[in-house]
């Protein structure tokens, strides 16, 4: 089989899993109307899948997909690629572990965002998936890869895989873009219940040597193997 060959079953292989993928969002309730995306890297190229801009997700199919390269140029599609093509292709570009971003405005999360606050390690499934607190990133504009260099900064060092941009909403990352579609989930699911907490008074801590149990448990023994 010729490189090409190889190269374009790739990319048909993730047209049709970022397509399928889309429909998780508006399933667990993570986003409105048309916005929010997933994007998926190409293994092995400098080339990634994502959703075209505006269009509804019942109309999202594996042919209106949109294929970019790392700079988020158009490579292969009939449509305009996310906003937020440039801010993801950035962390590709400097994340080449992850291999799938998504980008949601969940309610829960989009308000701890708005009030520029991260949401803390209180709960056992945000040490498990998240490591500890999951952290706030800086305003930034859309539309260029200024949202991408506030990820890349903010999750450096981080082992969460979501971040709460400020003022804006939730971007998760993972080795695929199932990966990061969990993490959303889990991300809002977590914003709602420690904000619930706080209405019934001030949440308990867990302690660091307690989270650090909890994730290596979860990462590297739970499931199946």
């Not at 949401?119 to 945000?126: G, K």
């Not at 660091?208 to 023994?221: E, G, K, P």
């Amino acid at each position: 089989m010729s490189v090409v060959t190889d190269v374009e079953q790739s990319i048909r292989n993730l047209r049709r899993e970022v397509a399928v993928l889309h429909a998780e969002l508006p399933r667990y309730g993570l986003v409105v109307w048309t916005a929010g995306n997933v994007s998926a890297r190409v293994p092995g190229h400098e080339l990634l899948v994502i959703k075209p801009s505006g269009v509804s997700y019942d109309d999202l199919t594996p042919e209106n997909m949109v294929v970019c390269d790392l700079e988020g140029r158009v490579v292969e599609g009939d449509h305009a690629p996310s906003s937020d093509t440039e801010a993801q292709a950035y962390v590709y570009r400097h994340l080449p572990e992850v291999g799938g971003v998504v980008h949601t405005h969940s309610p829960y999360a989009v308000a701890w965002a708005a009030r520029g606050e991260p949401i803390p390690c209180v709960t056992t499934m945000c040490a498990d998936e998240f490591g500890g607190e999951i952290p706030v990133g800086p305003f930034a504009i859309i539309g260029d890869d200024s949202i991408g260099r506030g990820i890349v900064e903010t999750l450096r060092g981080s082992r969460s895989p979501a971040v709460l941009m400020q003022n804006h909403g939730v971007f998760t990352v993972g080795p695929t873009a199932k990966s990061a579609v969990k993490a959303a989930v889990m991300c809002e699911d977590v914003a709602r219940s420690v904000h619930l907490s706080r209405q019934l008074g001030q949440p308990i801590p867990i302690e660091q040597s307690s989270v650090d149990a909890l994730y290596d448990r979860y990462q590297n023994v739970y499931g199946q193997r």
